[in-house]
């Protein structure tokens, strides 16, 4: 079975603050992990996916495998990073995601 | 590019009525789309995947004559919430998984059964 876990329903920072949004997975096989984001009002966009490497938005996460890991990482929050982030799994075996619980981040001024 | 819209946005039906709710990809042809539902501060709980042509993959506890979904072309999948009930409203969201191997979201539609 494959499950994501994301430990802070909140989380609170100042901006210009840096931020970690935690994600761990269960997975037997070699997932490709996926960060969501949902900014007020609007609809699930991808942020970054793992193979990708990238860096968005000033964000960027490292798939962990020996933690089992998927943190999403930005050295310095902005108000508008303010959203709803979602971890996600897929396995190697379809294209069906596996959804974490969601992290309501708030940058403060 | 890569646009899912979904229709209705918002819909309020009453108890025993069956509601439609389309999921179109704009601009590219999506083999398989799927279906989720989120309920208030809640993330998005799969409910069945949808190929072109065949018929879909519920998952487990999603009634199926409940949760009637069609996916009659590479572009169109319907969801008919078949004699809604109050229970049954929620946000319903659909995604397309397209060309470059990832999920493209729909707005999502708000279910109010009365």
């Known amino acids: 079975a494959q499950r994501v876990t994301q430990p802070e329903k909140l989380l609170s920072v100042f901006k210009g603050a840096p931020v970690e949004l935690k994600c761990n997975y269960s997975?037997?096989?070699?997932?490709?992990l996926f960060w969501y984001v949902q900014y007020s009002r609007q609809r699930l966009q991808l942020l970054l996916r793992h193979i990708s490497r990238e860096s968005i938005k000033g964000f960027t996460a490292d798939l962990n495998k020996g933690e089992t890991s998927f943190h999403l990482k930005k050295p310095f929050a902005q108000e508008e990073d303010s959203a709803m982030y979602y971890c996600?799994?897929?396995?190697?075996?379809?294209?069906?995601?596996?959804f974490g619980e969601g992290t309501q981040l708030t940058v403060n001024p | 590019g890569a646009v899912v819209s979904q229709h209705p946005s918002r819909v309020i039906c009453k108890s025993g009525t069956s509601v439609k709710i389309e999921c179109r990809s704009l601009d590219f042809q999506a083999t398989t789309m799927f279906w989720y539902r989120q309920f208030p501060k809640q993330s998005l709980m799969l409910m069945a995947t949808?190929?072109?042509?065949?018929?879909?993959?519920?998952e487990q506890g999603v009634e199926k004559d409940k949760f009637l979904i069609n996916h009659a072309s590479l572009t169109l999948s319907t969801l008919t919430v078949t004699s809604a009930h109050p229970e049954d409203s929620s946000f319903y969201i659909c995604s397309a998984y397209g060309y470059t191997d990832t999920q493209y979201f729909g707005p999502g539609t708000r279910l109010t059964v009365l």
């Open positions: 949808s190929n072109e042509g065949s018929k879909a993959t519920y």
């Open positions: 996600a799994l897929r396995g190697t075996s379809g294209s069906r995601l596996t």
């Open positions: 997975y037997s096989g070699s997932p490709e």
